[in-house]
């Protein structure tokens, strides 16, 4: 049986929407991904180079501190991890959560949120945090999505 975890980073609750729809489409589980010291919206000013977030992401070694680690990742054969793109590539709170399990076996099945951009490298940084897991890329969302949006996308995972 396969079970599925849909796991998501969402800081300003965009993500978090479209988690919720998977989730409740392929009636699995969730967890969000917190980070220890919420982001406030000065710190997601990314054009602001003394922004929190724009520090964290040109230093491609930072990993901001995860607020908790209970995921029970051991108990899922598929994670649906959900993040916004940052700079081109997830957010490296996302190389912390990978690098905090272990993931060996699961397949890791990626979706993203962005206002203009792709996933551009995500998967190849991504990949190293987590290198027994087999990862796939999904589907970044652009604007208002609605449920059959991300349904058709689903049936078209390729597992």
């Not at 849909?6 to 009636?27: C, N, W, Y």
């Not at 699995?28 to 602001?48: F, G, N, R």
């Not at 940084?125 to 890329?137: G, R, T, Y």
């Amino acid at each position: 049986m396969n079970k599925i975890l849909v796991a998501v980073f969402s800081p300003t609750g965009t993500t978090r929407q479209i988690a919720k729809l998977i989730a409740e489409i392929t009636g699995a589980d969730s967890y969000e991904i917190k980070p220890a010291e919420k982001y406030t919206s000065m710190d997601l000013d990314w054009d602001k180079q003394n922004s929190r977030t724009t520090k964290e992401m040109q230093d491609i070694n930072s990993r901001p501190e995860l607020a908790d680690k209970n995921a029970k990742i051991e108990n899922y054969d598929t994670i649906y991890l959900g993040f916004p793109i940052w700079w081109y590539v997830a957010p490296h709170i996302i190389n912390t959560f990978l690098e905090s399990y272990d993931f060996s076996g699961k397949t890791i099945v990626t979706f993203a949120t962005s206002g203009g951009s792709g996933f551009g490298d995500t998967l190849s940084f991504l990949e190293h945090s987590a290198p027994d897991a087999k990862f796939i890329q999904g589907r970044v969302f652009r604007g208002r999505i609605e449920k059959d949006t991300v349904a058709t996308w689903i049936k078209t995972v390729d597992f």
